[in-house]
């Protein structure tokens, strides 16, 4: 018989739909009543909203004992270790938070003139500096709201720089470590992609990326470290290549977690690099809040960035347009504002040193996660690593126990699976990025519960199969669960 893990301690209440919920009449707020209701000139019928359909009647206890609930079902930074792979979900510091909802920052509109938000250019205008003294770029944006984004905007940054020396080119080159994004990011700008081939040592080799160059390539689109957790050790001979052809070398910053205050791309060799603010400098992303993702440049392609600038003055800070070379805005207004609040008070509070100390801890975790696991997952490249590391289901396939199978597993015994079956070119992919926010303590406690469900795979595989059994719903149907979005039985048919 099938022996479930031992559960979890936690209690677990059963959380309907606030829809289910819903009763006839029950209401938690009172409308206070209408000031114009005397007055002959009120607001216009036409002007005013008709009465609300759809929405449950509930009464405020039960409104906000449902959305208590559900914050508690949720796993994030706040809970415990959040390994993703190639995503850097680190430890928010709660000074980011509180600096960011200052009234001076929390309040202001972008409506209000320069000379009414000089607090707000001045710290824009510092942090694009700080970005780009830890890149080593000249020049960098805060527009873009995400790190997809940036690179959307980066690439848009290269097509331009093309287009004014006249050379139209029609593809770049991508890795076949690279992020999801990027060849998405190239097609929306109208360049073709040609994938280039990892060497069995996981990395780009120059004379591989030789034999792909030519006068067609508009850039070389690499992730260094890249998303084997792997450093490109021959970056700045590959540079040389795509330089001496034409072509522009694009960073993807998404793994800045693995350099940040201890080496710069820019002096690598590359042009363009996007930096994910939500990873690299401790906001808040995914379901915590809106990313950013601002766009450092080299001299050359300074000209252009994105509008409006900030631009300080004798007479203060000031936004400017007058850039006759820029690609125009990518974002209204001037990007997600609080964001940036919060990665210059990161960036204020480490300083360049604990900025170094920030990634050597990365580096230094990773690679602590890398050797406990040796002799317990096939590690495929089982050398230094730089901020993550991939481990592959590969000594559990005669148990029929997958990657998949693992994850599950770690939700019961109270940790937030790593990357699975990324990247594409390791089959069974397990990508651990512990972050540096860990202590050894957890790390070691992460690993002993990937022991502990590699001997379950041993002796009673079924379990895992049917994993997990802690949670408030068990194996899901995850291919059926994006195509049928109907929530519950008793929903069928209802509007």
């Known amino acids: ?27 938690g707020f009172v409308v206070p009543a209408d000031p114009f209701a005397d007055v002959g000139d009120g607001i216009p019928a036409e002007h005013l909203r008709g009465e609300l359909t759809g929405l449950p009647d509930v009464t405020e206890p039960e409104a906000v004992r449902h959305f208590v609930r559900l914050s508690q079902f949720n796993f994030g930074v706040d809970t415990g270790l959040y390994p993703l792979g190639s995503c850097t979900m680190k430890y928010n510091p709660k000074i980011n938070e509180h600096v960011a909802s200052l009234p001076g920052f929390a309040r202001i509109h972008p409506y209000l003139p320069d000379e009414a938000v000089q607090g707000a250019l001045a710290l824009m205008w510092e942090l694009e500096r700080y970005l780009g003294e830890i890149s080593g770029m000249a020049g960098v944006t805060l527009q873009p709201a995400a790190g997809a ?3 959307f905007a980066g690439i848009r940054i290269i097509r331009a720089a093309l287009e004014k020396r006249g050379d139209r080119r029609n593809k770049v080159l991508i890795p076949d470590t690279a992020h999801g994004t990027n060849p998405a990011s190239c097609t929306l700008n109208g360049f073709s992609v040609a994938e280039v081939k990892s060497s069995d040592r996981g990395v780009l080799s120059a004379e591989q990326v030789a034999q792909v160059m030519d006068d067609d390539t508009a850039a070389l689109m690499v992730t260094n470290p890249n998303t084997l957790g792997l450093f490109e050790e021959e970056i700045g001979k590959i540079a040389q290549v795509v330089h001496s052809r034409g072509g522009y070398m694009y960073g993807d910053g998404a793994n800045l977690n693995a350099l940040m205050g201890v080496s710069r791309p820019g002096d690598m060799g590359f042009d363009v690099i996007q930096f994910n603010l939500h990873k690299t400098f401790s906001t808040p992303h995914g379901g915590g809040g809106p990313g950013s993702g601002p766009v450092g440049v080299s001299a050359e392609l300074v000209p252009f ?38 990665a210059y008070t990161y960036i204020r509070e480490l300083g360049g040193e ?23 997952y096939d590690i495929p ?25 693992v994850a599950k597993g770690l939700i019961d015994r109270g940790f937030h699976p790593p990357t699975v079956s990324f990247p594409i070119c390791v089959h069974g992919a397990l990508m651990i990025e512990p972050t540096e926010t860990e202590t050894k ?55």
């Open 1 to 27: 018989m099938t022996q479930k893990p031992k559960a979890v301690r936690c209690l677990k209440i059963a959380e309907p739909l606030l829809f289910e919920k819903s009763r006839k009449g029950r209401s």
């Open 149 to 151: 984004h940036g690179e």
């Open 305 to 342: 960035l994105p509008i409006p600038r900030p631009i300080k003055t004798d007479q203060g800070f000031r936004l400017r347009t007058d850039f006759p070379d820029s690609i125009g805005r990518v974002r209204a207004f001037f990007g997600n504002f609080l964001v940036m609040v919060k």
């Open 354 to 376: 604990g900025l170094a100390q920030a990634t050597r801890m990365a580096v230094l975790n990773a690679n602590y996660v890398r050797a406990l696991l040796r002799g317990l």
């Open 381 to 405: 490249f089982d050398r230094i690593c730089m901020h993550e590391c991939v481990a592959t289901d590969a000594g559990l396939k005669k148990q029929k126990v997958s990657n998949v199978d």
């Open 441 to 495: 303590e957890e790390l070691e406690r992460f690993v002993e519960a990937l022991n502990e469900i590699r001997d379950v795979a041993m002796t009673d595989p079924d379990q895992l199969h049917l994993a997990p059994h802690n949670t408030y719903v068990s194996r899901l149907d995850e291919a059926k669960a994006a195509r049928d979005l109907i929530l519950t039985a008793d929903m069928v048919g209802k509007e």
